[in-house]
């Protein structure tokens, strides 16, 4: 019989300051508000808004009886030098069963079929234990950040803080995995260093990127380097959005507007792929007021009804693209998806920035406004036998959708 994950239950777990190697220990934290603020922000020196303590400490509120996270400071004679961030998820038989099912024929076992007959008659208990190193929301490599002499050091640091969370969570005899995301092949995504360690890889959509040329001052000036299709392709979008009124929304605008944003944020989401965990109602509102510099929200109204939105960071080096929302009935008339796109290039171009990062989905309608992708991989470990028969179809299930690039761009004679 198959045992199924305990529920979450929140203890202090590990000692401070826990040995890993030489003079490296480390201390994990189950509540954002535990973890001291002077030595996280030491740690990280502003290396990385996605592990910021202001944007974690929002994503904390984000929690749930199904949704845990776990916050690791990584020290070198007690001086913060890293840190590694986890999210724990309960996953329900429900949502694993349509995946399982269409590998049972394949599998041809007995452990399959008691499988199989467990999801059906308990699909609303929780049957997996997903642990996270990285974060789920975002897209990227934002699990951990470290400031160590050597990526050897990182990895061996990482590898061993993923054991003793493992350990920490009971995954041991569970029907479980552990995940880390997201790599740039070029970067930590080495897989010489992850299979050594019995990590499963696999890749996910790929990151899409627009690198702007550096002599924009408007959108036209980018359009002008646009094929004649692409660039009448861009004016038809643009003349379609052109009746709508965009507003940029202030921390008060935000607050009013929540109901609003969440139902169209809802509608995008349930359009997903993979429903991993729904954002509050509060959630702009509460990022706004954490990062009232970088993060933004604009927003497009027909007369007084708001029919999208498109929330974004402005980093250091370039604009993020975050959570969208739109009005999925109106999208076609309006080109309100497309027209959240060119928004984000507007905003570059506005700041000064000449990279934007349009995260993972729609590929192929990304490249038509210059997006290039950028391969993203995962690393998975099963924790026993019966996890790794869940990790075939789930795996399967996260594998790029097949899609055609296009390049909007002029050929060069």
Known sequence: MFTIC???IAKNKFKPHRKLFSYYTFSCFEDINAVSVNEWNEAINDKNVFLSYNYLSVVHKQESENFRFRYVIVYNRKKPVGVVYFQINDFSASLFGELVSMQIDELQSKRASMFQKYIE???HETIMRLVTCGNNFVSGEHGFYLDVNSKKTTFKIVE?????VARAEKLRGKISAILVKDFYEEGFGDKDC????????FNVEPNMIIDLPQDLVTLTDYLAYFSKKYRNRA????KASSGLTKKRLSVEGISKYSDRLDELYSQVFEHAKFKLAHLSKNYFCELAKAHPIDFYIDAWFLG???VSFASGFCLPNEVEAHYIGFDYELNKEY???QTILYSY???AIAVQKTQINLGRTASEIKTTVGAKAHDLMCYIKPQNTVSKLIMKPFMQFLQPSAWIPRNPFKEEE
């Open 6 to 8: 305990d529920k979450i």
């Open 121 to 123: 008659h308990n699909e």
């Open 160 to 164: 061993g803080i993923i054991d003793c």
């Open 194 to 201: 992850w299979y050594c360690t019995k990590f499963l890889h």
């Open 235 to 238: 004016k038809h979008i643009l």
């Open 304 to 306: 007084e009804t708001m």
């Open 335 to 337: 080109e309100l998806y």
């Open 345 to 347: 290039i507007e905003q």
